[in-house]
């Protein structure tokens, strides 16, 4: 049974960086584009990055576009997502989701399966 495991989240100052982790296990992820979301109390839930199955395509957020780095090894079956830059904002708790398909452009129905959640929490 396929389970994701975020990781990498903490405490950081406004200007820092953090480098999430989604690992899977009992499932392989490389037919799959993989998504990154985040969550603050009551907001809504955001996708912040997708890559498809390949990592030939991603795509971002406006809010997190050119801090943020989506990417993938599907040798080791995990997804990272490189923050720069982080500001306060950021704070929040950040998800992974595996898509049903190979690519993005989808919407949050498409997802899935999610991990738990790693919390990133940004000082200013």
């Known amino acids: 049974q396929l389970q994701l495991v975020e990781s990498g989240g903490g405490l950081v100052q406004s200007g820092g960086s953090l480098n999430l982790s989604c690992t899977a296990s009992?499932?392989?992820?490389?037919?799959?584009?993989i998504g990154w979301f985040r969550q603050t109390p009551g907001k809504e839930r955001e996708e912040i990055s997708c890559?498809?199955?390949?990592?030939?395509?991603?795509n971002y957020a406006d809010s997190v576009k050119g801090r943020f780095t989506i990417s993938r090894d599907n040798a080791k079956n995990t997804v990272y997502l490189k923050m720069n830059s982080l500001k306060p904002e950021d704070t929040a708790i950040y998800y992974c989701a595996v898509a049903v398909f190979r690519f993005c452009g989808l919407s949050e129905d498409d997802f899935g399966s999610w991990g738990r959640g790693t919390q990133v929490t940004v000082s200013a």
């Open positions: 009992g499932y392989t992820l490389d037919v799959h584009a």
């Open positions: 890559i498809s199955s390949s990592g030939d395509m991603t």
